[in-house]
């Protein structure tokens, strides 16, 4: 069998797998979270606060959107025409257009281009967010926290880039393989380095201070027989008022996160009723479910990459000899983010029901329908959530429940406990 008859064979077997895992482990049963509770809900909050949501999230829409738009256009300009290929090949003419210099300077430049274009609306975007009171850190603090993820693009950019490439001239019949390979141990490392190198360049933790609160949340960790080292608090308030609170890390470095924001907004009932809902996720693996797919994906990625780079309309559209040239980039790029955008609902599903399972595990473990609602209202509130937001938005892109469906279904599982 050629290298492209075993590719073939290893796309459909990384389907299969991806098709299987995600049958089994994400939890597709529908939660209960009636729509006449949810219209119940929704009524129950303030006209205002659901109003400034509303005016909020619409304020938010059109540089969204332009962004998204303007991102494919540019990625689909490099991909698709020579240009990107024209434009790698210049940033590798002052080192004689050696690979490497091909490879990471000229595939960052790719990179760079993109992320320029779209620098107006991410600019925009910060001026909504500090119009409406969101955003804390000002402008030189936004500058410093784009640079900051400008560089550990980079970084991490750089790395791949001159992995990939030295992999194809290793190997240049069965780079897809070892590529596969590789990009699935890039998104492992990723996911158990990422939060203990990367977080911190943003953000300062300190160990929640000693206290009821502290100790209730550990008991109820141990009670829930799931391991967490610690429960740790982030300087979020530096940069915004938003609420939130996350499970990060693998093993031996997972532990919770709660922003600042949180323990000074929210009561410590509601604190308790977010971390119960963070040990959801770290119950069921959902990291690690989450990684793994992330892994199958990115290696089946690859392989589709390589089967697609041998279609010949598609490499004179980019100008290019061959998928496995360092100018072909462009033409990878454009391909991955039509990709990521049609895979966007897909993603969002998927995660909508891991996090209504998480919602569940909170209600079940805390038996506090009560206190899980009333957060819910305030991280509506505090974050200017829509707590109903349209549809077509709902399927594209939301990677949560909406409140109102969240608060339903704490009502649901009162009526359930026949509170
Ligand atoms: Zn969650």
Redesign the pocket.
């Given at each position: 069998m050629t290298p492209r008859g075993w590719a073939l064979l290893a796309l459909a077997g990384l389907t299969v797998a991806l098709v299987v895992l995600a049958a089994l482990l994400i939890p597709w049963h529908r939660p209960p979270a009636p729509r006449a509770d949810q219209l119940a809900a929704l009524g129950d909050l303030p006209a205002e606060q659901v109003a400034k949501g509303r005016e909020f999230r619409a304020a938010l829409r059109p540089g969204g959107y332009a962004a998204l738009a303007v991102g494919l256009l540019i990625a689909l300009a490099l991909g698709l025409t020579p240009l990107g290929s024209r434009l790698v090949e210049l940033v590798g003419r002052p080192f004689g257009g050696h690979w490497v210099a091909q490879a990471v300077l000229g595939g960052l430049a790719v990179m760079l281009v993109a992320d320029l274009v779209t620098l107006p609306f991410a600019a925009w975007r910060q001026s909504v967010l500090t119009r409406y009171g969101l955003s804390t850190n000002g402008w030189s603090g936004w500058a410093v926290d784009l640079l900051k993820s400008y560089a550990v693009s980079a970084v991490i950019g750089a790395v791949a880039l001159f992995g990939f490439y030295a992999v194809i001239r290793l190997a240049p019949r069965w780079w897809w393989a070892f590529g596969a390979a590789g990009a699935a141990v890039l998104v492992v490392l990723l996911s158990f380095v990422l939060p203990v190198l990367v977080e911190p360049v943003f953000n300062r933790f300190t160990p929640m201070e000693q206290g009821p609160l502290r100790t209730e949340l550990m008991s109820m960790a141990a009670r829930d027989g799931v391991p967490v080292r610690d429960v740790l608090v982030a300087d979020a308030s530096r940069r915004t008022r938003a609420v939130n609170a996350y499970v990060s890390g693998l093993g031996p470095t997972r532990r919770v996160v709660v922003y600042d924001t949180l323990l000074r907004e929210a009561t410590p009932a509601e604190v308790t009723a977010v971390v119960a809902?963070?040990l959801g996720?770290a119950k069921d693996s959902d990291v690690a479910v989450g990684t793994l797919t992330g892994a199958l994906g990115a290696a089946a990625a690859v392989v589709a990459l390589y089967l697609l780079g041998s279609w010949g309309p598609l490499l004179r559209l980019a100008g290019v000899d061959s998928v496995a040239q360092p100018a072909a980039f462009p033409l990878l790029v454009a391909l991955v983010t039509v990709a990521g955008l049609v895979a966007a609902p897909v993603q969002a599903l998927m995660s909508r029901r891991v996090?209504a399972r998480?919602d569940a595990h909170a209600l079940a473990l805390t038996n506090d329908p009560e206190s899980f609602e009333s957060m819910q209202r305030r991280l509506g509130s505090v974050n200017l959530g829509d707590p109903d937001p349209p549809r077509w938005e709902y399927l594209y892109s939301a990677s949560h429940p909406s409140t109102v469906e969240r608060m339903a279904a704490a009502r649901a599982y009162a009526r359930e406990a026949g509170r």
């Open positions: 809902h963070e996720h996090e998480a």
